[in-house]
């Protein structure tokens, strides 16, 4: 079995780790609720121990007759049929999943548990915990990435069509009643 790594930091897109989500297929059937996260790397990050982790899963489970076929984990954003906006061609995308009753944890940056789902979304910068394995299903053979833990990292502007947490949207104010009297009020 891989060892549980720690990837670098990555900005997110299509995060769903609060309620696990159906993925409908080309052919119309529904996949399994399964809790995701796509990463989006910047070509800087060091992807090496994400890229071993994954071959020692290939090795393991189909030893030296790799199919020729094999899907892999690490695709650059240009490749995608959806390439994710607001980000170079040149990020390389992974996806992790975990199946619907395998909730992730969901920590900040200071490991304080994230509670309100709307502090969570595309575009923030996030790490994650995750195991590469091998699979094999309806013909289709590869490597993925199961999702274990999630940490926000820091906020950012919102991917694709996503919004702002509306306590980002705004600046605090100074409370509009205090101090008034109805006679400055009505006066």
Known sequence: ????????????AFISVFKATSMKNADGSVNKPKYSIRAAFPPTAKLDALKKEA?????DKWGDKIPKTL???????????????GIGDDWVIMSFSANEDRRP???DAKLQDIIDDSDVYSGAWYRCQVHAFAYENAGN?????????????RDDDPLGNGRIPASK???PVEDAVSGKTATSIFG
């Open 1 to 12: 079995m891989a060892d549980n790594l720690i990837t670098p930091e990555f900005r997110a």
């Open 55 to 59: 071959q020692f899963a290939a090795v």
């Open 71 to 85: 899907r892999s984990p690490f695709r650059l954003n240009e490749e995608l049929e959806n390439p994710i906006i």
């Open 105 to 107: 944890g969901i920590v």
């Open 141 to 153: 053979k590869g490597v993925s990435f199961g999702l274990q833990n999630v940490q926000k990292l």
């Open 169 to 171: 949207a705004f600046e």
